[in-house]
């Protein structure tokens, strides 16, 4: 009669006790990758959208610009996005007005809001959700 490896079910344990670390440390990394990349994604559309603002005050709308921010955004819009065009103040940064009433050298921001929402709740060690925003201000060329 053959006698059974004393030790046969030490690995099944092993495995249950170790697999769901492992696994809970690979989702919380590719989570994060997420994060920071939509998060440079947001300040990318930030700039793009200010930048084309500045040099379109006569030719673009306010819809247009928003449209090239969510385009830049790469099919990654957060949860209730919303996107302001305006003019800003140099100082601070505040909305002054219409975005087209931006002289030569006056300030239009873009900012863009919303909640990032993980697709892994339970295992990130994010908020959820978590608010996020990215203003970018430039110079108008009033074109």
Not at 28 to 34: A, F, H, S, V
Not at 49 to 61: D, M, W, Y
Not at 64 to 77: E, F, K, L
Not at 94 to 101: H, R, Y
Request: overall charge positive; charged content about 10%.
């Amino acid at each position: 009669m053959r006698r059974r490896n004393p030790r046969r079910g030490t690995t099944i344990l092993e495995a249950a006790l170790v697999l769901p670390v492992c696994l809970t440390l690979v989702f919380g990394l590719c989570e994060y990758g997420r994060f920071v990349m939509i998060r440079q994604l947001l300040d990318n559309a930030a700039c793009v959208g200010a930048r084309t603002a500045v040099v379109s005050t006569n030719t673009l709308t306010t819809q247009d610009i928003q449209n090239i921010v969510t385009n830049s955004m790469a099919g990654q819009t957060l949860h209730g996005m919303t996107i302001q065009v305006y003019q800003a103040n140099p100082a601070t940064g505040a909305n002054i007005g219409l975005w087209t009433n931006a002289g030569l050298g006056d300030c239009i921001a873009v900012q863009i809001s919303g909640n990032y929402i993980p697709i892994v709740p339970k295992i990130s060690l994010l908020p959820n959700p978590l608010a996020l925003s990215a203003t970018s201000i430039s110079y108008s060329e009033a074109n």
